[in-house]
């Protein structure tokens, strides 16, 4: 089976993001760039199932600039087999980058669609959902565990209480939670390879999906600091103070 | 304006989120109807009737929603959500599966994880681990919406006295299907609801030695949660990991023991009232965002601290 793996380039999970003075937003000039952590998991499970057999090929794709080829040039380092950047400068919410893939769902056509479960930058946790909404097809969400039997997918979903496991009818669409595997790094040999591999590099507008928000971001601020605290020199009086002068025990 | 909130249950009890979610509902103004989908739910429609400052329950009752499965619950959200102004759900693994779903079957984009309401169309939210929070405008014709519980303080439970509608309208997708689920037993309180945490990481060096943090959290009333860095050691189980992509928490009071303090982790906690740090490296990141500090050796200090609250 096809699997296809969604990708996206953001801010280094380490990188300590600073707010724009002009709170238009956050300044992502010269900060490093990664393949979003969740995204890595999401290709580390497509590329484990073409070890064991189950997929026959993994393509990536991404939705952003073109130095997201970067990212796909990751991926493909890591085992996947094509890439496709659909590209678009504005930065889109998730409806529309769900529209795009979409679009690039009903193209290429996969039995899986594998995408992580949030960006760590936007925070919204919603494509996964959406692109599944859109195609019709059943989701996996915060998947821990996923195994493909016959025309049918199991996936162990984290829940607030525990663990939860729904099967759903392939194609699917499963989103990835962190336990699901640990990614692999790309070695140099497989680096050097990934530049031959293919990328396709498609514009937005070919998809001929409208991308249009009914979202506008009016501002962007820091989040209030929290006041100093102080550093207590025993136990004793760690306890004195929470019961006489925070008050909390 | 009429707004519809997605209650959050597990059939028989109405989770305390819910009613976080319509004090957000209730900031925004207008009737507040609460949907109900289940099977055998009636006590929680019951309970959602009482909530303050609900005006009507529907409840939809269908073997199909027994387990909240996605696909059968967002047709069902998304064709009585049309009605409506807001769609409002809690921002519990539920709520987060299910919402965006039904946003784009309703073709509107969804704001995730509010923690206040400007207005009727304008919310702030966290990006980027909370190290930014986005004021963003809707002009969706249906504005749905995820509530952060920790952001909006709870209505009272008792005190409404909204009539409960049956729903006919059944929708079974028939993509998907239950298989099981393992729930984690706790008589501790529920970590998000607690009003003390306690937490614990790498430093508590393997899962035994969460004892010491049970015992401490049991004689404070505690619900005990843990770094993600403890979670992938395999310590302790996953549902409880406090951080950007575990669960948020902003207790009165949260103690954080043998915890670095990592972005995506203060991301989970940095709104608590009064944090507590016990770790021995006396730069580590976590007491920078410390009221009171301790630069001990946990395995000293717990037990002293038991003793001593």
Known sequence: MKILVAVKRVVDYNVKVRVKADNSGVDLANVKMSMNPFCEIAVEEAVRLKEQGIATEVVVVTVGPSTAQEQLRTALALGADRAILVESAEDLTSLAVAKLLKAVVDKEQPLLVILGKQAIDSDNNQTGQMLAALSGYGQGTFASKVEISGDKVAVTREIDGGAQTVSLKLPAIVTTDLRLNEPRYASLPNIMKAKKKPLEVVTADALGVSTASTNTTLEVEAPAARSAGIKVKSVAELVEKLKNEAKVI | ?309
């Open chain 2, 1 to 309: 304006m009429t707004i519809l909130v997605i209650a959050e249950h597990d059939n028989k009890v109405l989770a305390p989120a819910t009613l976080n979610t319509v004090a957000a509902a209730a900031k925004i103004g207008g009737d507040i109807h609460v949907l109900v989908a289940g099977q055998g739910a009636g006590a929680v429609a019951e309970a959602a009737a009482k909530v303050a400052g609900v005006s009507k329950v529907l409840s939809a009752d269908n073997a199909a929603y027994a387990h909240q499965l996605p696909e059968n619950v967002a047709p069902l959200v998304a064709e009585l959500g049309k009605g409506y102004s807001h769609i409002l759900a809690a921002a519990t693994s539920n709520g987060k599966n299910i919402l965006p779903r039904v946003a784009a079957q309703l073709d509107v984009d969804q704001i995730s994880e509010i923690i206040s309401v400007e207005s009727a169309d304008t919310f702030k939210r966290p990006i980027y681990a909370g190290n930014a929070i986005a004021t963003v405008q809707s002009n969706a014709a249906v504005k749905v919406i995820t509530v952060r519980a920790t952001g909006f303080d709870p209505v009272a439970a008792e005190g409404g006295s909204a009539a409960v509608e049956a729903v006919a309208a059944a929708h079974d997708a028939g993509t998907s299907s239950f298989v099981g689920e393992e729930l984690a037993k706790s008589d501790r309180p529920e970590l998000t609801a607690a009003k003390i945490v306690v937490s614990g990481g790498r430093g508590m060096q393997n899962g035994d030695n969460f004892k010491h943090l049970y015992a401490l959290a049991d004689k404070l009333g505690a619900a005990v949660g843990a770094s993600r860095a403890a979670v992938d050691a395999g310590f302790v189980p996953n549902d409880m990991q406090v951080g950007q992509t575990g669960k948020i928490v902003a207790p009165q009071l949260y103690i954080a023991v043998g915890i670095s303090g990592a972005i995506q982790h203060l991301a989970g906690m940095k709104d608590s009232k009064v944090i507590v740090a016990i770790n021995k490296d006396e730069e580590a990141p976590i007491f920078q965002v410390a009221d009171y500090g301790l630069v001990a050796d946990l395995f000293e200090a717990i037990p002293e601290l038991e003793k001593l609250v």
